[in-house]
């Protein structure tokens, strides 16, 4: 009478968590003394978000205050895809990073060849941008969720429906 346990493997960003990260960023940045009089700004498109300052060093360090809101706020920083350095209008830089959603097919294929490789009593199987593991043991699921956390991966991975 063992039920079969699950899990899914998702890789996404929360919306609303990254704006309240852009918020509290432009609020520090604003009441920065080394920020005052600078054309520093954030554009958050649906699957991007451009950042323009006023030179280089600038933007790096605006891209350090936004990276340690956004760890404050548990949004993953390692889904940001980050562009070239862009020169803009009115002597400013800009950066346009792309904001991954979803697991790719090559990083399904590595997901799935690690879980392989772990010789656990567990299936997987890609279901579009997530992957579904399937096992009789919880235990062997968790077992699946710390060698991920463990893995060098390029995404940041959650894990969802745990039944």
């Known amino acids: 009478m063992a039920s079969e346990n699950s899990m899914d493997i998702v890789s996404k960003m929360d919306m609303q968590e990254l704006k309240n990260a852009i918020d509290q960023a432009e609020r520090e940045i604003t009441s920065r003394f080394d920020f005052k009089g600078t054309k520093t700004s954030f554009e958050l498109d649906k699957d991007s ?38 020169t803009a209008s009115l002597n400013t830089v800009r950066q346009k990073l792309g904001l991954k959603s979803g697991i790719e097919s090559d990083s399904s ?33 968790q077992a699946v969720m710390k060698l991920l956390r463990e893995a060098e991966l390029p995404i940041e991975l959650q894990f969802t429906n745990f039944k």
């Open 49 to 86: 978000l451009t950042i323009i300052s006023d030179d280089e060093y600038k933007l790096g360090a605006v891209i350090d205050i936004l990276q340690s809101k956004m760890i404050k706020r548990g949004v993953p920083f390692k889904n940001l895809d980050f562009g070239k350095i862009e």
């Open 109 to 141: 294929k590595k997901i799935n060849t690690l879980i392989r490789d772990s010789k656990l009593k567990v299936k997987s199987q890609i279901q579009g941008d997530q992957i579904r593991v399937t096992s009789k043991s919880r235990d062997d699921l």
